[in-house]
C-alpha cells in the first residue's frame, strides 16, 4: 500500500458528475505541471541564446541541446530507483528548487557578463538530471492522487497542458523576455519553476511507498524494475513499439525540413508553412490527448491503439507520397490525435498494472527506450538520407512504423484485462 494515498484497489465505477471531479490535489498538480512545462518551453529557445553570446562554434552551440538531453541516457533508471525509494512529491518539490536555483544563478551570471560557454553546459546538465527526476515523480504520483478508472481523463489533460505550454505558449514567451535581455529570458524560467513549488506546497498528503523485507541497494532495485518490465508481455511488447515509433518520427522530423523548405526542395514551403504544418501536428496532439478517453471508450483499447499504430505509418510515410500542403496537414493532425491517444492510453494502463512500489522503476525504464530512440531515430534519418535521398527515409521509416502492427496480437482487449485484473 501507499503512505498516505489510495491503496493498491481497482476503484469501483463512479458516477458520471463524481467522475468529472478529480479533485483538488490534481489540480494543484497541474497548475505545477502547466508552470514546469512553461519554464521548459522558455528554456528550450533561452539555452541557445546564451550560447551564440559566447561561441559561434556549431558543434558548442549544438552541444547545448546534447547536454540538456544527456541525463535521459544516464540517469533515468537511476531516477526511477529514487523516486520509489523517496517521498514522490517531495522529489519534485527538491528537482524544480534546483532548476530555479540553477537557471536563476545563470542569469545572475550572464547579467554580470560572468558565464562561459562551459558553465552553460554544467547549467544544461544538473537541469536535465533534475528533469528526469521530476518528470519521472509526476507520472508515478498521479495513480496516488486519483482514482484508477479516471487516470486515462488525468493523464489526457495533463499531458494536454505539458505540451500547451511546452510548444505553443513558452518559445513565443522566450521571444517576447528576449526583448529584454538574455538574463531575463533565462530569469523566466527559473521564476516559472518558483510558481510550480509553490503550487506543490499545496498538493497535501505523503507519498512515499511502504517498502518491506531487508534493505537493498539502488542497483537491485533498478534491476528489480528491469525484470519486472522485461517479464510483462503486455508492457515488454508497447515499451519496444514506443521506442520504435519514436525512432521513425524523430527520423523524420530531423530531415523533414530538408525536404520542405529552401531551393530545390520537393515540397517548396515557405518558413511560415512549414512552421503551420508543424503546428498543426501539435494541435492534433493537444486534441488528441483530451479526446483519447472517448477515443478509448468508443473503439476499446486494443483497437484504438492498432488504429494509432496505422496514422504513425502514415505519418512518417506521407512526404514521399505527396507535398499537397492541404493534404499533408490533415495527415498531420490527425496523425498527431491519434499518436497523442495512444500516449495516453498507455500510460494510464501502465499506471493500472504495475505495483506503486515499482512505478517510479518502470516508468523510468519505459521512458529510457521512448526517449533515448529519439537521438538515435534523429542519426539514422540523416545517413539514410545522405545514402539514398529524402525519399528513401520515408518510406523506410513508414514501413518500419507499419510492422510495429505485427505486436498487436500480444496487445488485444483481452490481453489488457487479464493484466488489470491480476495487478488488482
Not at 503486455?234 to 521506442?243: D, E, H, Q, S
Request: aromatic share 6%; with cysteine; net charge positive.
Amino acid at each position: 500500500m501507499v503512505v498516505g494515498g489510495p491503496a493498491r484497489t481497482r476503484p469501483t465505477r463512479t458516477p458520471e458528475g463524481a467522475s468529472a471531479r478529480l479533485g483538488g490535489r490534481y489540480r494543484r498538480l497541474w497548475s505545477a505541471s502547466a508552470a514546469s512545462n512553461l519554464a521548459d518551453g522558455v528554456l528550450k529557445v533561452g539555452l541557445p541564446l546564451v550560447a551564440v553570446t559566447h561561441t559561434r562554434s556549431p558543434t558548442l552551440v549544438a552541444g547545448v541541446a546534447v547536454t540538456f538531453s544527456l541525463p535521459w541516457l544516464l540517469f533515468a533508471l537511476p531516477a526511477g530507483a529514487l523516486v520509489d525509494r523517496l517521498d514522490r512529491r517531495r522529489v519534485m518539490l527538491v528537482a524544480n528548487t534546483l532548476r530555479a536555483a540553477l537557471v536563476g544563478a545563470l542569469a545572475v551570471a550572464v547579467a554580470f557578463d560572468v558565464g562561459s560557454i562551459w558553465l552553460l553546459h554544467v547549467v544544461a546538465f544538473a537541469v536535465g538530471v533534475a528533469e528526469t527526476l521530476y518528470d519521472t515523480a509526476a507520472q508515478s504520483i498521479l495513480p496516488q492522487l486519483v482514482p484508477r478508472d479516471l487516470l486515462p481523463r488525468a493523464n489526457g489533460r495533463l499531458h494536454a497542458v505539458e505540451l500547451a505550454a511546452n510548444q505553443f505558449v513558452g518559445p513565443p514567451l522566450a521571444g517576447v523576455l528576449v526583448g529584454g535581455g538574455v538574463a531575463v529570458a533565462l530569469a523566466g524560467p527559473a521564476g516559472l519553476w518558483a510558481v510550480a513549488v509553490a503550487a506543490l506546497l499545496f498538493v497535501g498528503g505523503r507519498f512515499r511507498v511502504a517498502r518491506a523485507g531487508p534493505a537493498t541497494s539502488v542497483r537491485a532495485d533498478i534491476g528489480e524494475g528491469l525484470r519486472f518490465l522485461w517479464r510483462h508481455r503486455l508492457l515488454r511488447t508497447l515499451a519496444v513499439m514506443v521506442g520504435v515509433s519514436n525512432f521513425t518520427t524523430n527520423g523524420v522530423v530531423a530531415v523533414l525540413v530538408l525536404h520542405a523548405v529552401g531551393p530545390g526542395s520537393a515540397m517548396g514551403f515557405t518558413e511560415a508553412a512549414y512552421g503551420l504544418l508543424l503546428t498543426s501536428l501539435a494541435a492534433g496532439m493537444v486534441v488528441g490527448l483530451l479526446l483519447a478517453p472517448r477515443l478509448e471508450r468508443l473503439l476499446g483499447r486494443a483497437t484504438a491503439l492498432g488504429v494509432s499504430m496505422l496514422a504513425c505509418a502514415a505519418l512518417v510515410a506521407a512526404p514521399a507520397l505527396t507535398t499537397d500542403p492541404f493534404v499533408l496537414g490533415a495527415i498531420f493532425l490527425g496523425g498527431g490525435v491519434l499518436v497523442a491517444a495512444w500516449g495516453v492510453i498507455t500510460v494510464s494502463l501502465r499506471q493500472r498494472v504495475t505495483p506503486d512500489r515499482l512505478l517510479g522503476r518502470v516508468n523510468s525504464a519505459y521512458r529510457l527506450l521512448a526517449r533515448g530512440s529519439l537521438p538515435l531515430g534523429a542519426l539514422a534519418g540523416g545517413l539514410l538520407a545522405e545514402l539514398f535521398g529524402l525519399r528513401a527515409v520515408f518510406m523506410i521509416m513508414g514501413v518500419l512504423a507499419l510492422a510495429l502492427l505485427a505486436g498487436m496480437p500480444w496487445v488485444t482487449d483481452a490481453a489488457i484485462d487479464a493484466a488489470e485484473r491480476d495487478a488488482t
